[in-house]
């Protein structure tokens, strides 16, 4: 507290019965300075010398201070010279480490005690602070995400900054149980599409489905993200990958379905009609990677559950099944219908 606001301020009498507590290296050194040079202010007490005299004696006797040390430098230094300090210091690496962002806790008390954390730990660099912030995510989109907003970022105050807006803005991007949304072909650029409900022959639930709609999506390829058949899934919940769907056509009420490597829709549910939500990727194994929620502009394969075969499409908007997963005709992405 500076020597003008000493001067220029009266602090009132408080009647203060609680000491402050004993030193045993559990604390930060700092703070609890902090908080014993209020105390002792608060009780007239400004001299440094005379804090330092106050403050020894609150020290666990455990921890040695030298016998000449009166300024709180010194002070400082005899504390953090102790092996309390470095074990705390080594606790709170650890703590660090393993630290998780669980979006249910409050943000605030979340970076409170990251920062407490790197305080404690001595991470002062910036680069160290952001692959910590980046580890405590256990979404791997929204960490990509994230790093690569961090990459040119040499301020650790817009770090925090743009850790909380995207950590805000993440779920919107979320495709859930019940979102409305349109599927397009990333090699053709077309929209998975279903007209009117004609069957394929009489009294048949089932007729075509194409890829068609280059330009903005219309009605007709608009579908609803629902339980899969056999479940009931909570409207609202996000789907993370390797989650087993449906999508229910909005303007016909017909299903996603496959027959052997047939793609249709379905005026009614079946086991045919479920589908595997996976990541597309070039790297075997890396499809069974459950890490991760889906979110829109993600590149993902739709496998059906029953014939273990992706959703494939090409130029001559046929949909079907067909391909291993990893080909470029496998692949597709969502986005909100309307967005």
Request: glycine share 6%; hydrophobic share 35%.
């Amino acid at each position: 507290m500076s020597d003008h606001f000493g001067s220029s301020c009266k602090l009132p009498l408080i009647a203060v019965t609680v000491h402050p507590s004993k030193y045993n290296g559990t604390q930060d050194p700092e703070s609890w300075l902090q908080d014993l040079r209020f105390f002792c202010r608060l009780h007239g007490i400004e001299e440094e010398s005379e804090i330092v005299s106050f403050a020894i004696l609150k020290v666990d006797p455990m921890i040695f201070i030298p016998k000449k040390t009166c300024t709180f430098t010194g002070f400082l230094n005899a504390l953090k010279s102790h092996i309390t300090f470095h074990v705390m210091n080594a606790s709170a690496l650890h703590n660090l480490r393993c630290i998780q962002y669980n979006p249910k806790e409050d943000m605030t008390d979340f970076i409170s005690k990251f920062l407490s954390l790197c305080r404690t730990a001595n991470i002062t660099s910036l680069e160290e602070q952001k692959t910590y912030l980046l580890n405590s995510l256990l979404d791997d989109n929204i960490r990509n995400i994230l790093a690569s907003k961090f990459r040119n970022v040499d301020d650790f105050d817009w770090v925090i900054r743009l850790f909380q807006g995207i950590m805000y803005e993440y779920p919107m991007h979320q495709i859930r149980y019940g979102s409305k949304i349109t599927i397009k072909h990333c090699s053709t650029g077309n929209f998975l599409s279903h007209g009117e409900q004609i069957p394929i022959e009489t009294d048949s639930q089932l007729s075509k489905v194409s890829c068609d709609g280059m330009s903005r999506p219309a009605a007709n390829e608009i579908w609803i993200v629902s339980s899969p058949y056999g479940e009931n899934k909570v409207p609202g919940d996000p789907i993370h990958y390797n989650s087993i769907i449906s999508l229910k056509h909005e303007t016909t009420g017909g299903s996603l379905h496959a027959t052997e490597n047939n793609v249709w829709s379905f005026m009614g549910r079946s086991e045919n009609s479920n589908w595997l939500v996976r990541r597309h990727t070039t790297e075997p194994g890396y499809h069974n990677d459950p890490n991760g929620v889906w979110a829109i502009g993600d590149i993902i394969i739709l496998e059906n559950v029953s014939n273990k075969l992706p959703l494939y499409s090409n130029d001559n908007h046929n949909v079907s099944l067909d391909g291993d997963g990893y080909e470029e005709n496998n692949k597709w992405y969502a986005e909100i219908a309307g967005q």
